[in-house]
């Protein structure tokens, strides 16, 4: 027989170990605000001040736009390794040509020496692939990812190569199909197509197997390819897209005459997320053309000239000098990942960046309007300057004579050249990612001759851990940029870029933040050096305790455990309530030491540097200066004069003293504010706030996505869903980890008050600079003593609220490794099994359910899981000792003590069906003692159907009265019961323990009525006929032949015998409601001749008073003539026949 869901257990927690869910609550809303913060953070259009694109900005004009953070590493050590040997013997034969270039996609690079092609594992040196199978000069290269469904799966990549001649299209495989592998070269080209004497000088390809070529002649040229051809359209073709469809009709020298010059193309690039195609000509000219919504076309949106852009750039910036605008190097596409607005930038020579937007209706009256992939581009558009380092700052060195730059995701890399010395510049605005405004960080360091190529290696796909699911609330700007890197640190590898000279490859990585501490904790022991002092000063907010928890906890410094240790003795170090947390004034000769990313300016001492300007500069006694007076010394107009003064002189000292007062009152509440700023947040320290962000980026992927998906498949012609789990199970295992490792980490460290000592010392540092400053007299005064009393209070007072918000957040990260252990269980036992076992409100608010609403608000979804978690076990006829130790590590607030022991008593009575009958009354005995030991908490008409099931009626009977006893041990309900018996009335004011009470009581009572009603319909039942059939139909399979059962079916003679044996035992209690349920029972089953046998010192009562209530000439069944008539007879059974007289004369006394 199924276990029904609800039997098992109660689907309670053991409440001296659950959290409590408004603090869970609380918590989570932070959570959600960190999520905000991090999804949300500031578009590089708002960074620059961007509103328009009638009107520019310029920035970097100012030294904040490059601050100074020297002590701190932007990028690793450059790792140098040399060309292949093999590869330099080949400069030796070039007679005309030679290129250079790379293949971050797989990890390669490229050289080209006239016909012949070279590409080898830039990161080794060795690998080292060719093809010589051309006889003209290679004129550019591209690796090409394949449309799908053209070629065979062992051709991964495409090699295009354009000659003066020829485009030739190669097949690129790898060993064993792994790109790490060795790479292989197939020796005849796929296609070979005709230029039409056409010099294409640059080639790329798109993300969708798309190749396109820019030629000399200043046209973009697309090379198609299919998989068979048609007797119109060959196998391949060229396209001119700068010109007509059908361009390639026209020879090429015949189309040079309608061109009034030649531009040729030196660069193609593509915006994959927005489908737009920039290229840049020899002149600077920028093109834009519309590949599509889908990247499937293709179309011409305009050409803007290099002058149009100086004469737009010179009207933003007059300042800027037009040679410094002479060239552009280089242009970028700037993602959706990066801005909503924004789409591309260019690089000049001198290091000056451009920013265009490609739409004129980048501004409405409500502000910015996001250039999503569906907005397709109008026009391009000069909306900002930015200057490079040092431009208008003589002593810092900027960059010159560039002649070859690299931008993405706001990562800038210059290369330069003066003379013999070549340089490389980095500029990069991590470490600033949450600021208003753009501020970049920038390095140099020289290479080893002129730079040829330089790219950034290709990210790995993205896993479920770095993308995360969207609110349903999200605005309606769309899919927001990528977080910065101090979202992802704990996920994302570091970026890495390659830099190719004649020398070899140069090869360096960007640090994240955590690496940055990494390096400073490798170099110092201190927590307190000047080092990591400038680090948390610039990364606040909680960023640099998020760097310290990552190393501190992270599984890959297990191995350098001096890491770890140093990373948490700076997180206890930085992490507290710190005195740069509280702005004082500036300038002053005992002012306090203000942070410098902190804008407020309030004073933390009430002590003014009082100044009374004398009337003279002769002499000042007191504050009050002293004039010489006409009067002589000594006359009496002098003595009047001299009291005259001194009254004055008591009178200001006291209007000072009540200013000094006032002043303390106000300056104590700005402190009070100021100290409590962050706690408007929610946050009172770096270490929360940490805390906080770290926690919230670990369950990122997850927090604000639906719990399961719906699957549709097609069975027999039908449409069938199956829920499934939208977070995979390494996701679920990775991010529990993590909080495991986190949970550790708090319990060790942050589970006790922050230490406030140099808060304290602070503040005495502070008072004694002022008093010093100050008379000796007032540095003596109470009131200032008082109020560096009430400046250590608050801190204590603001240290003790930080702790319980630090608390709350530790209740959150347990329930949710709570639910994550859970949901991984569940992964592994076909969770579409048992959600479909769900009743059907638990299935649809669980397909509507938030991970995080199931964490803070999902406690019963929980507890019905576990449950059909047990009874998929149960009904498998497999044990559940081991599940329920897993679930009591995994879960415990959601499968209790008491649940465990309901699992094990319901075990036993499954083993109970097919068990001996000289063991069968053991197991249900022990069955009975388990569930009587939690007969408070257990679910109790659910238990009671499964004893019905096995016939232990008489258990039922005794559990349900130790039920009732446990959860009214006071017996309210009894009380309750004679004191609103028949006049209760909805108005009136009844005590709710009262109620509660009365109601669990007559719950274990009903759990008895209802089975000896089920008995009593028994047995008045007739069996059926073996021989006739049930309904109608093919002979059906008796239960019997499915599962084998020892348990007897229940004749009507037996059903008899268990409502009798089942009523005496429960009339034989003690409990007077359960008797009085159970009569009221018996009059309306009409039970007479039952009720006047009943001996006990209740019946009588019970009579009496519901004779008194109905009153006489009721009509009702069990109205006053009824109940009469069953007294009178029961004091004749029991001998009583003076008050069954006297109750007789009552009824013939009554009219009727």
Known sequence: MPVPMDTIGSGGADTSSSASTSEVQQSAQLINRCLFNDRESIDLAHKLSINSTHSGVCSGTDDKDYPSTSCLPLVTDVKRVPLPPELIEQFDHMQCNCLIGLFPEIGRAWLTVDSDIFVWRYDQGDDLSYFDGLKETILSVALVQPKPGIFRQHVKYLLALTTPLDIVILGVSFSGDDINKDMHLLSEPLFTLTTDSTYLMQTIATPNGRIFSGGRDGCLYEVEYQAGGSWFRGDCQKVNHSQSRFSFLIPSMMSQLWR???????????????????????????????????????????????DSIIRKARSISVGIEPSNLSEIVHIAPITLQESRYLNLVAITQAGIRLYFVVTSSMYSGSGLTAQGGDVRPNGLYLVHIRLPPGFTNSSVQRPTSI???????GSLLLASTTGDDATLWYVNGDMFAFDNILK???????????????????SAPLSQLAVARLPSNTSSLGIPPDPPIHVLQHLQQPSEYVVVTSQGCHIFYKLRPVDQLRALLEKTTDPNSETIEEFFRLYNKGEGVCCCIILAISPKET????????ATSVFLQHGGIHAERVATHRGGEGDYPVAAHQHSITPLSPIQNVS?????????????????????????QHQQQVQQQQQQQMNKNNLFQQQQQRQQQSNTTATSTNLRMNGENGFYSERQQGLYKVFARFVRPIWEGNVIEENF???????????????TIEVVTTILEDLKNLKTFMTKYCLVPANIRDMNQLLYRGMQQRHHNTSAHMSQSPVNLHHMEQQKKLCAETCATELTFINQLYQLNDVTIQVLGLWRLILHHQLHVIIDNLDQNTQSTLRTMVFHELVTNGKQICCALVNGLVSQFMNDHSTI????????????????????????????????????????????????????SIAKSVNLPSICQQLQSVQYFEGVVELCMKAANLRDAENLALKFHYTFYGCIDETLDIDPAFKSAHFARLECYKCITDMLSDLLVAAESHPQAPSVPTKPGPPQLNNSTKTSTNVQPLTPKNAQIHAETSLQIALKSSDELLHITLYDWMLHKNMIEQITRVESPFIEKFLILRSEVNGAGATTPSGGNRINDLLWQWYERNGRHLQAAEVLVKLADKVG
Not at 559 to 566: G, L, Q, V, W
């Open 881 to 932: 000792g081991a599940l329920s130790c897993q679930l009591r590590e995994i879960c415990p607030d959601f499968y209790s003590p008491d649940d465990l022991t309901c699992a094990q008593a319901t075990e036993l009575l499954n083993q109970v069906r097919t068990s001996l009958p000289g063991r069968r009354k053991e197991q249900l005995e022990e069955a009975l003692q388990l569930l009587m």
């Open 612 to 636: 009374m300007a004398p009337s003279s500069g002769i002499k000042r006694f007191g504050g009050a200066p002293v004039a010489f007076s006409t009067p002589m010394p000594g006359s009496l």
């Open 440 to 458: 970049e960080n920038h390095r140099n360091f020289p290479l080893d001759g002129r730079s040829w190529a330089i790219s950034q290696l290709a």
């Open 403 to 409: 002649h070859a730059a690299y931008y993405k995701a």
């Open 559 to 566: 191995t350098n455990r001096s890491i770890c240790d140093r």
């Open 260 to 306: 009034s010059e030649n531009d040729a193309i030196s660069q193609i690039t593509v915006d994959e997320t927005r489908n737009i195609l920039y290229t840049r000509s020899e002149t600077g000219s920028i093109g834009v053309f519309d590949l599509g919504n889908a990247g499937k076309s293709t179309s011409r949106v305009t050409l803007v000239s290099l």
């Open 713 to 727: 498949v097609v069975e027999d012609g039908r449409k069938r869903s199956f829920a499934v789990s939208r977070p």
